[in-house]
Every structure is written in structure tokens, then in C-alpha cells.
């Protein structure tokens, strides 16, 4: 995974760590991430999953937090909805 210090990890993520793991989201989407209050671990588990690299994680006997998995779902959602 990531070569990180725990405690970097362990910090509360930023607008700019979410803009810098998922690229340009809609501003809707990026206060719904931070509105989870994720840390930068968070950030990075759910950027994992949705590449689909699940087994990753599984290998390592990491399990998706519950954060990291509502940011996915988040995500997947508004991947779905139709731009208006």
C-alpha cells in the first residue's frame, strides 16, 4: 500500500487530499466526503476500492472501513446519476 508514517495517515483528510486522490469532483460530492469526517487513510482505502483493487486490501487482511466504504458508496452513486 503506502509507505506513509501511520500518524500521516491517521490525520483528518483535507479538501485538497480529497481533490489529490479523486481528482475534480463536484463540489457537492467532495462536502459529502468531508461531511464523513474521513481521515487520509480513509481517502486512500476508498480510493483502492474504487479501482477494484479490493483484493489488495483483502490480502493484506485489511478490511474496508466503514468511512472508507460510505465514501465508495457515495462516490458509486453519483457515478450513476444522470448529469442534469
Known amino acids: 500500500m503506502n509507505s ?3 500518524a500521516d495517515t491517521a490525520r483528518p ?3 485538497s487530499d480529497v481533490r489529490k486522490i ?3 469532483l463536484e463540489d ?3 462536502a459529502e466526503i468531508l461531511a464523513l469526517k474521513p481521515t487520509l487513510a480513509d481517502l486512500e482505502d476508498a ?3 474504487m479501482a477494484g483493487d479490493h483484493d ?3 490480502k493484506s487482511g485489511h478490511h474496508v472501513p466503514l468511512i ?3 465514501i465508495v458508496e457515495l462516490l458509486s452513486d453519483k457515478e450513476e446519476e ?3
Open 68 to 70: 472508507a466504504a460510505q
Open 28 to 30: 457537492d460530492a467532495i
Open 13 to 15: 483528510a483535507s479538501l
Open 47 to 49: 480510493a483502492i476500492c
Open 82 to 84: 444522470p448529469h442534469r
Open 4 to 6: 506513509r508514517p501511520i
Open 56 to 58: 489488495v486490501l483483502a
Open 22 to 24: 479523486f481528482g475534480n
